[in-house]
Every structure is written in structure tokens, then in C-alpha cells.
DNA sequence: CGACTTAATGTTAGCGCTAGCACAAAGCAT
DNA sequence: ATGCTTTGTGCTAGCGCTAACATTAAGTCG
């Protein structure tokens, strides 16, 4: 019999532990912390006793060590591009609303639209045992790509339809909405339409926008010009700013289409500070259907997307996917709806 | 000696472990984890040979054992009222910037300005392990005050510097700032103001700014009436509406102080869709600086708040608490700034 | 060249919890 | 009474990692 815990606890913390919780209610650790989660595997007066000495120790349990013993953490990541852009950010409350109801806890990375900092923080959370992962977008870092792959951990990529992640998909088709966006304008009669998109590398909902509106426009015998076709940073002020551009670049421009509703509300505000006429002068559109979009003058034409549903969406499969296993990849088309206002 | 591990691997996650690294680099579990945590201890050769045993069997470290085995789990977390207010989550995108420099992972919490959910969360962050806490404002619910105290626990307290957290407050006087603007439009010739609020229950942000607006109509010998001073939620379209209801109810009203951007903006867009001149019928200012106060016309009179810093900061607190202690509570005023601008 | 540091690696004993069984006591049919 | 389930509780052995100490092989110095 080898001689130990000569001089007690060595290391921790200092806060009471399930054993110092046992101890004063006369019972073994593990019969509290059964108290604790299945609570009806425990007899009534013994649930009443540990449960008083538990307040009397002030026990908060340490779940660092129950991942590690349960081997679940019910724990979901989540990567955003960016958390100063409302869309993500609604859909992060989305997954936040769901995964608290079910006793999930979201880790959150911003990769600043960079993928290899993608790559690093999906490393960060694998090794931070997280059950599962919500991803934007299906463009990632080939070493990301193949580390999924091998994985056999739940993913989710939302936003876009295109990838094929372990659980699944959660999105709508960004080509088609681009796609459809440009033919109601051809059916309002604009014939000089031009775009302005996000930067397109390494995000396929840009590049996908982009697209479409190409193919519409081909599609319906419109003109394209490379003049009209830009990129462009998130802001209202470049919104204004593309405006000017464009019509600088190709006068004749009757209509244009902005990838969200950020850059037309710019361009709208700046469009009447200027005297142009919206949308007489020049039609605007744009993508998101935030809510500046109903209450600018005039309002503003554009794509609703449903992105606090894209969140909740992701996080019932993903919480299903950890609960029930997972295969295949399921693909859920959430959809888009153009809302035609008075912009265009 | 007791007869163990007769067959195995009983449980886990089947992921490679430090053990099978250490059986195929030919060293011990422990060399590995230097090799990795602090190379500088281990020769050259043998952190190769590591390194390739990890590359081979594809090994992503258990941070969740880690932490447990060393009381350490370099997570941080913040608890902000709404996702869905960009003021909040620029203070996130500041606070994520600065834990990710130093190797710090942001575990994320929204309580919906619901003091009892807070605590839950609180609760939850604690058994979770993380190593510190940020809180947005100062109200809390009776027992979190009490577990916060007696808790040894570094809490940094954001946008309000009322409160005493262990580690310190980060943030501006709201009293001032609403203070400042009241006198600011009185300045300006304006007698009749008003001030749109958010709820102040449970918020003591919104709780200061109406003690400012009051004070500085007192002592200015300004009218306070009790139909001007009005509470919102916050939206665009509630702006509009507020200032309508202001207008209906006190028509000789010729100023509106909004405790936000979003709800000054929405009444600026209001007031022009009905012809109403702004600041010649009514002026209307605003808190936060965002975008919009730039870019709407008038340009909006507001307050700038230091949201990406109050995050920067607040996390800079932590980390250093974490590793050198704390005590006390610090005091950090980031300030405001006036930014007067067409609307007043 | 022996005592003494330094560098590199290994051994042991947990961190605080839970899975999997073992076991006692009680209920229930036969 | 016998066996057989059910209920409540406890014991043992880890989960995968790291702190603390132990050990060995090289330098280092007077």
C-alpha cells in the first residue's frame, strides 16, 4: 500500500469541492453530484441534505473537470467574420437564444474575413473540446478543409449552401437572390445596372452575388461594364462614395445594386443630400433588409434574409448532430424574400 | 499492486493523446507537453522528433484536461445586454482583439438587460472556470453582488463607473455626458428640451443619463415636463415615433436629447419624411457617434463614447489581474467627447 | 578532480469530476 | 422461503494533462 496525501491538497483552488460538499452531508461525492444531475436517481431527504450543505459550503461546480471525466462539454463555437456587422451579429443571438435553452454554451471567435485565422481559431476550439462548430461560409483554408474532413466533428456552415460540412448546411442560394434582385430591376425597366459587392476573395456569399447579378445580366441582354461592377468596404460613407464613382465612371447608370443594405443606405442619404432623385435619377437596392431599409425615404427596395433563423437553425442541428449523431450532411435552404419599396 | 488496465483505453474521445505522441516520439507524455507549452526547455532534437510524432498522428491538444490539471483556462467572459446593438459589440470586437494577443478565448453571455439572467450566466461562467469576468454596468441582482464579493474573483465592470468590482470599472460618467449635452443645447438657445431614455430599470447607464438631463435642467433654469421626458426601446422607428409623441403632447418643444444614436437618427429620417427642419423647428442629438451621425443630414450633435477601448481596456484589466493579482479596483474614465454638428 | 551548477528528461501524484460496476435494502411475485 | 427486479448509494478507476520533485548527463570552477 503506497503512503499518500501525507499533507492534503497541493493544488486547486481554493473552492470547495463536490468532496467538501459530501463530507458535510454525510454522503459520498459522487451521490451529489448525481443530486446535481440526476436529481431523481436520488432519494428525496437525500437531495434535501445535500442540497442545504451545498449552500452551506457556497459549492459552484467545476465543469472543467466534468467535461473532462463526461468527456462533453456542452460547449458550441461559433466563427463570424466580424462582429460589427449587425447580420452576424444577429445571428449569433439566434444560436445564443437556442443553445442557452438547451444547456449549451457558445464560444465565439472574429476572423476578420481572414480564413487563416479561421483555420487557427477551428484548432482553438477543437482543442478546447467543443461539440460542434458553426462556420460562415464554405470558403476555408485547404489544411482547414482537410482537418474537418478527418474529424468526424460536427460542422455547420451557414450563409451559404455550397459546401459539404459534416452536419450540414444552413443558408440560401446568395446567387439567386443576386439573380433575382437584377431581373426585378430589368422588370422596372433599368437597363444600366451596376453593383457593388463585397470584397469576393475568400467569401463565397460575395463572390456568389456577384454571379448571379453577372448571369441575370446576361441572361436578360443587359449591358455590363466593368466600370459598374465594384467592390467595396461596409460602411454608409463608401456607399456614398460607389455612388459617386459609378455615376462618374458611366453616367447613363440607372440602377444600383449594393450586396447590403448598409452601402444603399449610404448611397441613398448621400443620393438626397446631393438633389438626386431616388429613384428617378438612379435606383437603389439592397441586401439584408436591416431595418434602415423601412424608415429611409425613399424606402429602400432590397433582399431579406433570415439570419436570426440561420443561428437557430444551426444550432438545433448542431445540438441534434451532438445528441444523436450525424451523417450525410443535410442541406436547409432557409430561403430569401426580395421586398420591393419605393428605392428602385 | 493492484492489477489495472487489462484492456485499455475504457472511455474517451478517440482522439490521439500526448501519450501516443510521447509512445511514437520515443519520449515521455511530459516532453511532449514542454515541447509544446515552453520549447525553450526541451533540445532541439528532441522537439523535432516531437514535432513530427504530432504531425503524424494528427495530434490536437485536451485543453480541457490541461486546465484542469493546471487551474488555468485562459478564457474570459463577458456578459452584454444585447447582440444587437452595435455599441455592445464593438466593445466585444475590442475585448476579443486584445484576449486573442495574449492567448485568451472569449466566452460570451447576453443577458437581454435581464439582471436574473445575468446571474445565471454569471453562475455558469464561474463553473466554467473562467478566470475573469466583464460585466456591463453596475446593477446586479442582490445574490450576484453577494457571490461577487465573497468570491476572490477578477470582475471588470464596463460603461459606468459606479460600482466597485474587484479588478476596476471601465468606463465614462454617464451623469456628465448627459450633463453636457443638456447645456450644450441650452448654449444653443434651446428652453423646451426633451430627453428620450431607454428603459432605466435595471440599467443604470440609462439611470445616469436621466439624473444628468435632470440636474442640468435645474440648474440651468430650464422647464422639465413630464410628458418630455420619455422611455424607448431602441429603434430606428421608435426615434420617429417618440419625437411625434414629444411634439403631440408639448408642441412648443424646440429640442430632443435621444440616449441614442439609433433612436436620434430614426427621428432626424422622421422629420424629414414630414417637412419638419431640423434644427430649425426642432433639434435632436444623440449618444454613441455612430456611422449614421456622420452621414444623415443634418449631421448629428452627439456624444462620442470610446466603445472599442472600453472592451480593449477592460480586457488588458483582466489579464493583468489574472497574472499579477489584484485588489482594490481601479477606476479608468475613458471620457466622452461633445461632437457637435449640425443638428443642434 | 571532487563539489556544484545547469540542462534535459523522467516519475509520481494528482486536478475535480463521472462511468461503470458492485452492493445492500426493499418490494414483489411465485 | 426463493429468486428477481427496483431503488438508492458507494467504490474504484480513470478522463488527459501538468506541478513538483527526482534523476541523469554534461559542463564549470578553484
Redesign the pocket.
Known sequence: M?????R???????????????RTA?????????????P????????E?VASAIAKVG??????????????TRTIAAIVPTLEHSIFTEMLQGMVDVLRDEGFELILGSSGFDIREEESLIKTFL?RQAEGIVLTGSFHTDEAQQLLARLDWPVVETWSLLGTPSVGSVGFSNYDAAYEMVKHLAERGYREIAFVSAVTEANDRAAERLRGVRRALADLGLPERAERIRTSEFSLRAGGESMHAIRAACPETDAIFFAADTLAAGAILEAKKCGISVPDEIAIAGFDDLEIATVIDPPMTTVRVPRRDLGRVAARLLIEATEHGFGGGVQRDLGFELVVRGST
Not at 431523481?40 to 437531495?47: D, H
Not at 459549492?59 to 462533453?72: D, E, H, R, T
Request: charged share 25%.
Open positions: 503506497t503512503q499518500r496525501s501525507q492534503g491538497r497541493r493544488r486547486g483552488h481554493g473552492r470547495p469541492t463536490l468532496d467538501d460538499v459530501a454525510g454522503v459520498s461525492a459522487i451521490t451529489v453530484s448525481r443530486a446535481l444531475r440526476t431523481e436517481k436520488v432519494a428525496r431527504e437525500t437531495r441534505v459549492y459552484i461546480p467545476n465543469l472543467v473537470a466534468g467535461n473532462l471525466a463526461s468527456i462533453k482543442a
